[in-house]
């Protein structure tokens, strides 16, 4: 019981401590509303709190000799009840490579002329955007523009991915809402950045690289090593067929025919013998 109970603080820590980072960043970005706000980062550093605001357009969050910063710090020290808050600004340098800047710029432009130009609106800004260098852009703006009744319209350009890992950690994503006479009107943007490698890109080389390698001595040492070892060969079995016994036979000679043999023998020389004498 002690451990599930233990458990459950732990929960309400951690509960309450992105509950007070919302309504931080919530608070930061109504109070400057119009700066270009991107993004707002909270770190814990030892010598109290450090807030990051990257911003388009950091001189106006300063304000006139730091006035609004120190006029944030005491109410983020009063309200928020953060013991030393430290207020770092960055400016972004593309503009128009930040979804959040691009939403934001979109439904000011839509408060400030109206939803009749919505049109020209949307065109030019995605016209800025891929003259940036963006891979793609997606900005659908849906509400009563400029009808009585709720539509959306969708601008696209480039190649965008709606699925897999790219899609969600490599498009930028934003959303906001415009306020008009009307009624509110919604602003979704998605763009594909320069630099972001997608998997299915192929890169065809117009010459041939040849690429050189140096070798170390010792894996010289090993490539004569092993040219050095003999190649184990193995004898395959011929398929010749089976030589046949050979079987020796040997012939008894009797007496017999030993004497007959002899006596022949003798015939045949004194018939010689006769034949020579007539002939001389």
């Known amino acids: 019981k002690n451990d599930i109970g233990e458990e459950i603080m732990i929960e309400r820590q951690f509960i309450a401590q992105k509950t007070k980072e919302f309504f931080i960043k919530k608070y930061i970005e109504d109070r400057l509303k119009g700066v270009g ?73 839509l408060e400030r002329f109206g939803s009749a130009r919505f049109k020209s609106i949307g ?12 891979l793609c852009v997606e900005i659908i703006i849906s509400g009563m523009i400029p009808s009585a009744r709720a539509k959306s319209w969708r601008f696209y350009q480039g190649y965008l991915k709606k699925c897999g890992d790219i899609a969600i950690s490599g498009v930028r994503n934003a959303k906001t809402s415009a306020l008009l006479k009307s009624g509110i009107v919604g602003v979704k943007v998605a763009i594909m950045p320069p630099d972001l490698i997608l998997p299915d890109r192929v890169e065809i080389l117009s010459e041939l690289l040849t690429k050189v390698e140096e070798i170390s001595s010792s894996s010289k040492n090993r490539e004569i090593v092993s040219e050095e070892e003999p190649k184990k060969t193995t004898k395959k079995r011929s398929s010749s067929p089976r030589k046949k016994k050979e079987v020796k036979t040997e012939t008894v000679v009797s007496p017999s025919s030993s004497t007959s043999s002899n006596t022949q023998s003798n015939t045949l020389s004194d018939n010689e013998s006769k034949t020579i004498e007539e002939q001389q």
């Open 123 to 134: 065109h030019k800004m995605m016209e800025n955007i891929i003259n940036s260098g963006a």
């Open 37 to 109: 706000i991107s993004q707002i980062r909270l770190k814990k550093i030892p010598l109290g709190e450090k807030i990051v605001i990257f911003a388009s357009k950091p001189s106006l969050i300063v304000g006139s000799k730091g006035a609004n910063i120190r006029e944030l710090t005491r109410v983020l020290k009063t309200e928020f009840k953060l013991e030393n808050p430290q207020i770092e600004i960055n400016e972004v340098k593309d503009i128009f490579l930040d979804a959040n800047i691009v939403a934001q710029r979109i439904a000011a432009s």
